[in-house]
């Protein structure tokens, strides 16, 4: 807590992060233009691992699976472990954002890549990433995910980042630690304006038209204080490496015991109360079950805690393994897009095949026929299938990407 407080009144702990000693030799350069560092992109490319168990799921599991029932541990603990995928990869876009701007950049050419970007990332939700999703030219059926909401985080941020720093940390505390507030507040209280409250909040299947609907899955409260956290906490990413390990490892572990305590006292945080089960193993689950549509404080905590943890732990993490994780962090959203091609094309292949009709995956999301999908092991082979095969690929996209000089690339 004396870590935090002094980092908000400016106090020499604040002034060690604003004043940093030069870049750590851990800062690497894959172009002069386009500085990395080792840290987050290892981190980013196990997240986005870890997204293609979690989208294999959606296309191969059976359509009994519930991933939320803790009497179902495997199951449980395999969508669980996926839930780190979406609060780190916002968090990390937030950090990206503020070092993207200590290239001799100004603040007014920072808000102007950040509002363009989120308008080119919301466009390609609801085109390429859509299509992808639903193997469907009519469009008549959207959802709002999680790209989405990283560009609507952007618009948001290009508007903060005129904003002093003090500002941006409150702005991203008050949303991620009081949006909880607000679960009372039903959408119908706003009447024909409802929908702007399922977009800010309340996740609800909208209907656009006769034929047009739009599942808004991911509000943009507290998302867009999930990405204006990050940006808050870049500063420590030019710092030392132990001025940064020393503060990522007192806030992800002052994060994780704060989750701790507040799940314990079952007040507040989530919608749902944990609760004793027949088994102590079942009890931790629902320990661990909290809500992510949208995604509660504790949600959040359980999360951003240990992410924060791991991002000091791989500080010095090197090897073959860690470069070729790396691969993966350095075109996130070339794999994203990759990836929900790849595993739905395969699920096609597979229905055609087992049961000669695939009717349920073309289009808007329906029911799957009793008896389809494959067992646990059988998702866990096809999703290491995906990464293997995607990998090649994304490492000749990130030597274009380093490589090339024109403006566009910063937009992938």
């Known amino acids: 807590m004396t870590l935090t407080l002094d980092l908000l009144r400016g106090g020499p702990a604040a002034a060690e992060v604003a004043n940093p000693v ?21 981190l980013r490319g196990g997240i986005m691992v ?40 916002i968090f990390l876009a937030g950090i990206s954002a ?44 959207f959802v709002a995910q999680v790209i989405w909401v990283i560009g609507a985080s952007m618009v948001v941020l290009a508007g903060l980042v005129h904003m002093p720093r003090p500002a941006i940390v409150g702005i991203a505390l008050v949303t991620i630690c009081g949006h909880n507030l607000l679960d009372g507040i039903p959408a119908e209280t706003f009447g024909a304006r409802a929908w702007i409250w399922n ?11 006769p034929d047009t609907k739009l599942l808004a899955l991911y509000p943009l409260i ?25 503060w990522l490892g007192g806030l992800g572990g002052l ?3 704060g989750f701790v305590v507040l799940r314990v006292v079952n007040r507040y945080g989530d919608p749902g109360a944990w609760a004793e089960q027949g088994s102590p193993l079942g009890t931790a689950l629902s320990f661990l079950n909290c809500e992510k549509y949208p995604p509660s404080l504790l949600y959040l905590m359980m999360t951003l805690g240990p992410g924060l943890l791991m991002l000091a732990a791989f500080e010095h993490a090197k090897g073959r393994l860690t470069d070729w994780v790396i691969t993966f962090g350095r075109v996130p959203l070339f794999y994203y897009v990759a990836h929900i091609y790849l595993i739905h094309a395969l699920a096609v292949a597979y229905a055609w095949t087992v049961w ?29 299938f995906i990464v293997l095969t995607l990998h090649p690929l994304c490492r000749w996209f990130m030597t274009m990407k380093q490589t090339r000089t024109g403006w566009w690339w910063r937009y992938f």
């Not at 029911?367 to 866990?380: E, N, V």
């Open 98 to 141: 503020f070092l993207y701007g200590t290239q001799e950049r100004t603040t007014g050419e920072v808000s102007l890549f950040l509002l363009t970007r989120g308008v080119w990332l919301m466009a390609i939700e609801f085109t390429l990433v859509r299509l992808g999703w639903s193997f469907d030219l009519s469009a008549h059926f």
């Open 50 to 89: 870890l997204m293609a168990l979690d989208h294999t799921r959606d296309f191969f599991g059976a359509s009994g699976m519930n991933p939320r029932d803790v009497t179902e541990p495997a199951l449980f603990l395999t969508r669980w472990v996926t839930h780190y995928c979406a609060p780190l990869f």
């Open 22 to 42: 030069p870049p750590a030799p851990d800062v690497m350069t894959a172009h002069p233009t386009r500085p990395r560092v080792a840290s987050i992109d290892l």
């Open 356 to 384: 000669g009709e695939a009717s349920w995956l073309l289009g808007a999301p329906g029911g799957k026929p009793a008896g389809y999908g494959l067992s646990l092991p059988g998702i866990y082979a096809v999703a290491i």
């Open 199 to 209: 977009l800010l909040h309340q996740p609800q299947l909208l209907q656009l038209g």
């Open 255 to 257: 994060v994780t015991v």
């Open 222 to 246: 507290p998302w867009l204080g999930v990405m204006a956290a990050g940006y808050a906490l870049g500063p420590l990413f030019k710092a030392d490496t132990t001025t940064r390990m020393r």
